[in-house]
């Protein structure tokens, strides 16, 4: 159920998501294979502690764009995300500050050189405004690296540069009814954060609650930690009691 919801899900809204999760539940009874109904998938790859540092780092707190916080930390393939409200790019920016991140654009007179910078120096780059994308990206997405003396390279243009593993891109666009060819979208993992109406309900009750009852707020806040580190030592106990065990 996560690979499907990791390799399949991101391009859908939160209505066609639970519409396939449960076609493939069925599928999975039928053939007669365990598994856990009820199952939440983000919060069975990621920990409680993690979903409140997205939050603080302004990440709208309703399961959709939960799920993307998710795809966006689990990924293979360099993801594109569909923004019609700005929260993802916003989001992002803010969550990897520190690793200093740069915004820029294809339109952007500086556009290669953040790109090769990012590259050389492995911090992350947020490319907005992707409603086509460069044919300089090519490369990049296809990863076609080499290793030549102890170097890895990679070919931007006319030119190789050094690649660090380290590198991470993101792609944006705000237009939602862009359509993506079957080619790009082999290439890149799609993550759509439109906002549906369930969605935006669960945002405007997560701000009235801040404004309305900040103490009820930190209280959960609190109480979603305090899961994470209950749970973080359940997992230590439990490698703990198998090591015991086998010795």
């Not at 393939?77 to 500050?97: C, N, S, W």
């Not at 009852?213 to 580190?229: F, H, N």
Request: charged share 25%; with cysteine; glycine share 4%.
């Amino acid at each position: 159920l996560s690979s499907v919801m990791l390799s399949y899900l991101g391009m859908f809204d939160q209505e066609m998501r639970t519409t396939v999760v449960n076609q493939v539940l069925n599928r999975l009874q039928a053939a007669k294979i365990p598994v856990r109904e009820e199952l939440n998938i983000s919060e069975y790859l990621t920990t409680a502690d993690e979903r409140l540092g997205w939050h603080n780092n302004l990440l709208p707190e309703d399961a959709l764009c939960v799920e993307n916080a998710t795809m966006l930390k689990r990924f293979n393939r360099y993801p594109l995300v569909i923004d019609p409200a700005g929260q993802a790019t916003e989001f992002l920016m803010k969550q990897h500050a520190e690793s200093q991140i740069t915004k820029t654009s294809f339109l952007d007179a500086s556009f290669m050189k953040h790109l090769e910078s990012a590259m050389r120096f492995g911090t992350p780059l947020m490319v907005t405004d992707v409603e086509s994308i460069d044919p300089i990206l090519n490369p990049v997405l296809n990863r076609e690296i080499s290793k030549t003396g102890g170097r890895v390279l990679i070919r931007l243009g006319d030119q190789e540069i050094d690649f660090s593993p380290t590198f991470c891109l993101y792609l944006s666009t705000r237009d939602s009814s862009c359509r993506f060819s079957p080619d790009l979208c082999s290439r890149v993992t799609l993550v759509n954060f439109t906002v549906t109406p369930g969605g935006l309900q669960s945002q405007c009750l997560s701000l009235v609650l801040k404004s309305e009852r900040p103490d009820i707020d930190a209280k959960r806040s609190d109480m979603l930690k305090l899961q994470g580190e209950y749970k973080l030592r359940l997992t230590q106990l439990e490698k703990m009691l198998l090591q015991s065990l086998t010795e």
